[in-house]
């Protein structure tokens, strides 16, 4: 091909280039717009349901509410005072059976089962148990544990309610430590360090903040199930009185009241609704300040975003 | 060169005494990527208190053969290593030893700098001190300031060493991560391209870094810039197509190399 030649041809491709300018822009103004509408029609149907829970509900926030046991329907007050009780326990309690699996498991996934048959194998059943309908794991603690006990207990349903929270933990636990670039673990290799050291000390550290977000979105989940609490922890009118009786949880209060024909029931239940919501609103506002702040004193080194 | 020691007495080392020049040694080494036979039977030996560099193009096997020499192909499933590495006698690849036992003795900078990001600078001096092990304040703060002074960052960041690591520029990263390496008392360093990314001013610190470990350690560093092979390496290895085509005193190779390929590549006519 000849200079001119050359020349030629290069000018015909940035004319192209021009004839194309217009139009590109116009597709990306198109682009964006169409993205800017989907991410707003994702956040109103949010802010409308905070919005109703916080108008329909806050009228019923008060002291008594929040503190009392709830007495007959009729008889005046309603209080959710064991509902709150009992859905702290029931987190705690799911949390301490589910979290350690679930990390634990994440971090065999990730940093040892590698693509061995046998780690396959455990992301597909973990992927599948994602998917199962929790009443499902209710009635499985039901016959397993509730029937063979032979009571209710809190226990049943922590169980229940660990199998919805380890698989998530698990697998957003992998997928956090296989976002942390290789050479981390090469340099602690070469700085002669174990495998477990690297992982627990280097890799780990990288990966708090993913491990943080299934964590918390484990503990969301599992703080609004009710299918599967009603059939292990049942519900209660009463405070919690010990591993072998039934316990409350907000989730069954907020499914009871609003069964119930009556307007102080259905104002009790948006208060419960309110309740729970800032329940879970706290523990993830606690939670990623207590882990992610920066070390180095003010200010937070995470976003406060969920 | 004294004889090849038999395997069983591979950890212990006192069988035999250990070659008095060469700090480390190489036999046959094969490294092969799937079907790649990227490094190719490459014997190679490195004197103590030296400098080797391992020139070449792109491609040639630099830096997977430098990676044999502390058991890093360990790390990922997809090379498979063949051969011996004889550190003052003892066999690397030995099955029984486990690699973090001469990773402490043989410490590595990567090409790009990688500090670890959660820590502090002080921290990452000391991460595979105190990883493991060595909890003694007294200890680590001497450890701190020597590292960093042969590291020539001492100055620099003397006042800020409980700032985080990633608010350093590339090149006082890539000093840190040599004064990391120097801090588990390794006696070999491997330096893979460690100032490719560097400009000259922050090239020439790490050059003077060098020549000053010198005194110490045997170094092996892989560098795609001739210059800085001549100017501070003593011993030069010019590797081809996973093949070690030319080994000899720097000054050797670069004025009269045995070699026409390395005669071509050194003169820039190639690579």
């Known amino acids: 091909m000849s200079y001119t030649e050359r020349q030629q041809k290069r000018a015909e491709i940035r004319a192209m280039f021009k004839s194309n300018v217009r139009r590109r822009l116009l597709v990306d103004k198109v682009v964006v717009g169409t993205v800017v509408v989907c991410a707003l029609a ?23 509410f929040l503190t009392g046991e709830p007495g007959a329907v009729g008889a005046g007050q309603i209080s959710i005072g064991p509902a709150i009780q009992g859905t702290v326990i029931i987190i705690a309690l799911t949390s301490v059976i589910g979290l350690p699996i679930g990390i634990m498991g994440g971090i065999y996934l990730a940093e040892y089962g590698g693509s061995s048959y046998f780690a396959r194998q455990i992301r597909f059943f973990l992927d599948v148990f994602m998917q199962v309908p929790s009443i499902v794991l209710g009635i499985f603690a039901f016959l397993a544990i509730v029937l063979t006990l032979g009571y209710y207990t809190v226990w049943a349903g922590a169980i229940a309610l660990s199998f919805i929270m380890f698989p998530i933990v698990a697998r957003s636990t992998e997928e956090a430590l296989r976002m942390v670039p290789w050479t981390y673990r090469e340099a602690g290799a070469a700085l002669g360090l174990s495998k477990m050291v690297i992982t627990l000390r280097i890799v780990l550290s990288q990966a708090k903040k993913g491990i943080l977000t299934g964590v918390l979105l484990s503990v969301s989940r599992v703080g609004g199930e009710t299918a ?66 920066d070390k180095s004193g003010k200010g937070l080194r995470g976003t406060l975003k969920v | 060169m004294s004889t090849v020691m038999t395997d069983r007495n591979a950890n212990t080392a006192i069988a035999e005494q250990p070659h008095p020049k060469y700090k480390m040694r190489t036999e046959n080494i094969n490294v092969y990527y799937g079907k790649t036979h990227a490094v190719q039977d490459l014997t190679l030996a490195f004197p103590e208190r030296s400098v080797t560099a391992l020139i070449g193009p792109s491609g040639c096997g630099k830096t997977t053969y430098l990676r044999c020499l502390n058991r890093m192909h360990d790390m990922t499933q997809d090379a498979r290593v063949e051969g011996r590495v004889l550190l003052d006698n003892a066999n690397l690849y030995d099955k029984r030893i486990d690699p973090i036992y001469h990773r402490r003795k043989v410490g590595m900078v990567f090409q790009k700098p990688n500090p670890f990001p959660t820590m502090s600078i002080y921290d990452n001096v000391v991460a ?144």
């Open chain 1, 42 to 64: 994702a956040i109103i149907p949010l802010i409308w349901i905070l919005g109703t829970a916080v108008y329909s509900g806050l009228p019923a926030l008060n002291w008594e």
């Open chain 1, 228 to 293: 599967p609490l009603i059939m292990t922890i049942l519900g209660s009118n009463i405070f919690f009185s010990g591993f072998e009786s039934s316990t409350d949880a907000l989730p069954l209060r907020i499914w009871r009241l609003s069964l119930q024909p009556y307007d102080e029931a259905r104002i009790a239940g948006w208060g419960a609704a309110l309740t729970l919501v800032i329940i879970i609103f706290a523990i993830h506002v606690g939670v990623r300040y207590f882990f992610l702040r």
């Open chain 2, 128 to 271: 595979g001190v105190k990883l493991n092990g060595v909890r003694d304040r007294k200890i680590l703060d001497e450890i701190v300031e020597d590292c960093l002074k042969m590291a020539y960052l001492w100055d620099e960041v003397r006042d800020i060493l409980k700032r985080p690591a990633l608010e350093l520029s590339g090149g006082q990263q890539q000093r840190l991560c040599i004064a990391r390496a120097l801090a588990i008392q390794p006696e070999v360093l491997l330096m893979d391209e460690p100032a490719s990314a560097l400009d000259p001013i922050a090239t020439q610190k790490i050059e003077e870094t060098i020549e000053e470990l010198k005194k110490d350690y045997c170094i092996i560093i892989v560098t795609h810039n001739m210059q800085q092979a001549v100017r501070c390496s003593d011993y030069t290895g010019f590797m081809y197509l996973g093949r070690l085509v030319e080994h000899g005193k720097t000054k050797q190779v670069f004025e009269k190399p045995c070699d026409k390929l390395t005669a071509k590549y050194v003169q820039g006519q190639f690579g």
